[in-house]
């Protein structure tokens, strides 16, 4: 089997990560669309155009099932890639709002993402297909100090406690008792203990990464290997450079070549 993995940057390399280690029989096809990053900026309808894209070369490449790890491109044109392409796709909102649906016992939860996918309701709109009630918090900062290297810092302990208080106070106010806490961003896995740490001990931390590699095995039950498959190919439109440095924090070990290939505009 052989796993297309796509997102905007380097993010989407914890979902990758979680997925060598839970399904290691696939072969692995990576993209950043780093040339055209941030999707967040940019109109539902560019956001659709570069996102199938994207996903026509990674079929082309032979990619026979597709993960959307780009949380903008899940929310905005996940309909459109399903059309684009003969292949499955599955996208990171709503891995993360079925691992909503079977943690929550109160059906009321939290999320926290960029402002691009809060603004687009995206959580909000699958978790209540669900039947669960979500409130959504933008958490802008939270990328730039993981792309920084503080993970572990005081400074993002304390920015942490800053977000998680208000959106707690905020759900409080419209009368949820949420159980739940989903973490709606890619770069949001490397914090995960940190969060685990700020947030209140009744919150279940939904990570995206875990719970998209462990949805992706059920669905792909019955077809995978279970010896070692060859090494992921790396792919990005921009700045290889960056992407090997930066990406090799998101992937947790180097990142030896990436190819560099231009989808047009």
Known sequence: MRIGVFDSGVGGLTVLRALAERIPGAEYLYLGDTARLPYG???RETV?????????????????????????????????IRAAVPVPVLGVVETGANAADASSQT????????????????????????GLRAMEKACPLLVPLVEEGWIEHPVTAEVLHIYLSELTAQARIEALEPDTLVLGCTHYPLLRA????????????????????????????????????????????????????????????????????????
């Open 194 to 265: 940190q969060i685990e740490r700020v947030a209140h001990e009744s919150l279940q931390v939904i990570d995206s990464a875990q719970v998209t590699a462990q949805q992706v095995e059920q669905m792909l039950d019955g077809s995978l290997s279970r010896s070692e498959g060859a090494g992921p190919r790396f792919f990005a439109t921009d700045s290889v450079m960056k992407f090997r440095a930066l990406g090799s924090r998101f992937l947790g070990r180097g990142i030896d070549g990436v190819e560099l290939v231009d989808l047009g505009g």
């Open 41 to 43: 900026a940019k109109s």
């Open 107 to 130: 059906r009321d939860v939290l999320v926290i993402a960029t402002a691009a996918t809060v603004e687009s309701h995206a959580y909000a709109a699958a978790c209540a297909e669900r």
């Open 48 to 80: 659709t155009r570069y996102a199938t894209s994207s996903a026509r070369f990674l079929v082309e490449q032979g990619a026979e099932f597709l993960v959307i790890a780009c949380n903008t491109a899940s929310a905005l044109a996940l309909d459109a």
